[in-house]
């Protein structure tokens, strides 16, 4: 089964802090996602991309295709950053228009 | 105010009780999704719809179903035949059926407990 794996699963950083979360998958993709999910549930989209790298204030998503590898980096981290954030990614293939999710990564950001 | 909306956010079940969840979309978008989340795993797609009145199912769809009458709205009616139904459900669209590289746009999700 492809899967989607998240690393690390728990990360307490200070205010602050330089932050990287770590995704990895498996096979071929069309596309993959960063989403954030606060406590009390609702999910955002943060990123999709499925080449290079983007930016949008302090966060930055790579990817890196051959190594089948996305990181999502946090610069100057504060405690509303705190949330669980989600990798997920689209498998490339005819009728491939499911996402597979990782667990999840959750962050807590320390004043 | 373009969105997704669930309803309602908390909801409490007896077991043996079918219960219907509420998604409705103002974005105009073709696609519409369920996803269920538990502890410690990843979201997992229960049905999802390309368009009005056709639906296919996704990786868990046993014990659960859905309707699409309507482009803006995509009811999950969890049965008594789902094993465990306590989670957390999402509903979710994305612009275009094929979706592949579009963004998904989440709801805010209801909470299920089965007493």
């Known amino acids: 089964k492809n899967e989607v794996e998240q690393s690390p699963q728990n990360l307490t950083a200070q205010e602050g802090e330089f932050i990287t979360i770590n995704c990895s998958y498996s096979?071929?993709?069309?596309?993959l996602h960063w989403l954030q999910q606060h406590p009390g549930g609702g999910i955002v989209s943060l990123f999709m991309l499925s080449s290079g790298k983007k930016k949008h204030g302090r966060l930055i998503a790579t990817i890196n295709i051959q190594e089948k590898h996305s990181s999502l980096h946090i610069t100057a981290s504060h405690p509303r950053d705190s949330a669980v954030y989600i990798c997920a990614v689209r498998y490339s293939g005819a009728g491939s228009y499911q996402l597979t999710f990782g667990k999840g990564t959750k962050l807590s950001v320390i004043p | 105010d373009g969105g997704i909306t669930q309803s309602p956010k908390y909801l409490f079940r007896k077991e043996g009780q079918n219960v219907t969840l509420s998604c409705e979309q103002n974005?105009?978008?073709?696609?519409m999704y369920w996803y269920r989340q538990d502890p410690g795993q990843g979201l997992r797609l229960i049905y999802y719809s390309q368009i009005v009145n056709d639906f296919q199912k996704g990786d868990i769809a046993e014990g659960y179903s859905v309707s699409r009458e309507k482009k803006e709205s995509f009811p999950l009616t969890v049965t008594s035949a789902q094993k465990n139904p306590t989670a957390f459900y999402l509903c979710?669209?994305?612009?275009?059926?094929?979706?592949?590289?579009?963004?998904?746009?989440f709801g805010p999700g209801t909470r299920l407990t089965v007493l």
């Open positions: 096979v071929g993709i069309s596309a």
């Open positions: 974005l105009n978008h073709d696609a």
């Open positions: 979710a669209s994305t612009r275009l059926a094929s979706g592949s590289t579009d963004t998904q746009y």
